[in-house]
């Protein structure tokens, strides 16, 4: 059994478009979205209809809850300029999506559950499984990982959020983050110096019985076709979304 796990696309169909097309090459048996999938990138609606045709589970991000209610959660201080640029691109994005298509998002899960063949489960979140909004980090200190993750340590778990691959072990178990697949970036950038990455993460988790392989895999996308489209939709802020994928 192997099983695609993909998080944060942020609206970048581009990417996710890149991913699918390494599946075709790579198959497998069942796919599922960490969350994150809609809000920030110029495609919102696109990645709403390519989701419903996949027919994946979708784990509620914090970013897909604020694209609803507008009400930010997380720890994270936010300037008041930056809260300006979000809530402006919140609501252009909200615009390309229809009716159908909130509710959509709004059927998505707090957490998924998917059997494995050991008769263990994976366990899917976005921060953890009990908040969108909490960090798991390779760095996070073992004591608060443990707090938040051993009440839920009789299953493989995976959660995304943080836009960064890694493996962390607990007891017999294990912790992944796939990545992101529509805005992939280096943790420890500076603000003025912030860039994006050409390509798409995601992460296949196989499972053999009890034998279990993690593999992490990155997919370049076209960055071009990308800035083209922030140019078509005229998105709030494209010119300074374009730029951060600029050369180190």
């Not at 943080?162 to 603000?191: C, D, K, W």
């Not at 296949?204 to 392989?213: E, H, I, K, N, Q």
Request: aromatic residues 10%.
């Amino acid at each position: 059994m192997r099983i695609a796990v993909i998080s944060d696309i942020h609206g970048n169909n581009v990417a996710l478009e890149a991913v699918l097309a390494d599946l075709k090459r790579h198959p497998v048996d069942q796919m599922v979205c960490l969350g994150d999938a809609i809000q920030g990138g110029p495609q919102p609606a696109e990645v709403v209809q390519r989701l419903r045709e996949l027919a994946c589970p979708v784990v509620m991000g914090n970013a897909d809850a604020f694209l609803l209610t507008g009400e930010e959660t997380g720890h994270e201080n936010i300037s008041p300029q930056r809260r300006i640029k979000l809530n402006e691109v919140r609501e252009w994005s909200l615009g390309r999506l229809s009716p159908e298509d909130r509710a959509y998002i709004a059927g998505f899960q707090p957490t998924v559950t998917v059997p494995l063949p050991s008769g263990k489960n994976l366990l899917c979140y976005h921060g953890s499984p009990t908040s969108f909004d909490d960090w798991i980090l390779p760095h996070t200190p073992e004591e608060e990982f443990r707090r938040f993750l051993s009440p839920f340590a009789d299953n493989i778990m995976t959660g995304g959020h943080m836009h960064v691959q890694f493996i962390r072990h607990l007891g017999e178990t294990f912790h992944f983050n796939p990545g992101s697949v529509g805005v992939a970036y280096r943790h420890g950038q500076t603000e003025s110096s912030f860039r994006l990455d050409p390509w798409a993460e995601y992460a296949v988790l196989s499972a053999d019985g009890a034998s279990l392989s993690l593999e992490f895999r990155r997919v370049p996308f076209d960055t071009e076709e990308l800035f083209n489209i922030y140019r078509q939709t005229a998105q709030p802020y494209a010119s300074d979304s374009i730029a951060r994928y600029a050369p180190r």
